[in-house]
Nanobody
Framework: QVQLVESGGGLVQAGGSLRLSCAAS????????IGWFRQAPGKEREFVAT????????RYVDSVKGRFTISRDNANNTVYLQMNSLKPEDTAVYYC??????????????????WGQGTQVTVSS
């Protein structure tokens, strides 16, 4: 089992940047695929980005391509989400999630067994 803790959220003006971190409490972190999801008020949780166990492959939702970058540091059990050129529509609670049942990148929340508590990102116009 793995526990995940997100940090780095906050209030930023449109066009600004934030870097979210997801710290995992497991000695087998490199065996987990990690995903970032977000949920805005009144909306369903949506996929943002995901990264393979060794960091070699990543995928993004179209709306953040070219603005967000997911990366991981397996030595320090941490995954990052660098968010640039932020827009008001990026406002949401951001969650990281982990899965290790296979080696398939997951785009649906139901594919992930472990979740953090979330961190709020608010982008003002």
């Amino acid at each position: 089992q793995v526990q995940l803790v997100e940090s780095g959220g906050g209030l930023v003006q449109a066009g600004g940047s934030l870097r979210l971190s997801c710290a995992a409490s497991t000695r087998t972190f490199s065996r987990y695929i990690i995903g970032w999801f977000r949920q805005a008020p009144g909306k369903e949780r949506e996929f943002v980005a995901t990264i393979m166990k060794n960091g070699g492959t990543s995928r993004y939702v179209d709306s953040v391509k070219g603005r967000f970058t997911i990366s991981r540091d397996n030595a320090n059990n941490t995954v990052y989400l660098q968010m640039n050129s932020l827009k008001p529509e990026d406002t949401a609670v951001y969650y990281c999630a982990a899965r290790n049942m296979d080696s398939v990148l997951g785009f649906d929340p139901s594919m992930y067994a472990y979740w953090g508590q979330g961190t709020q990102v608010t982008v003002s116009s």
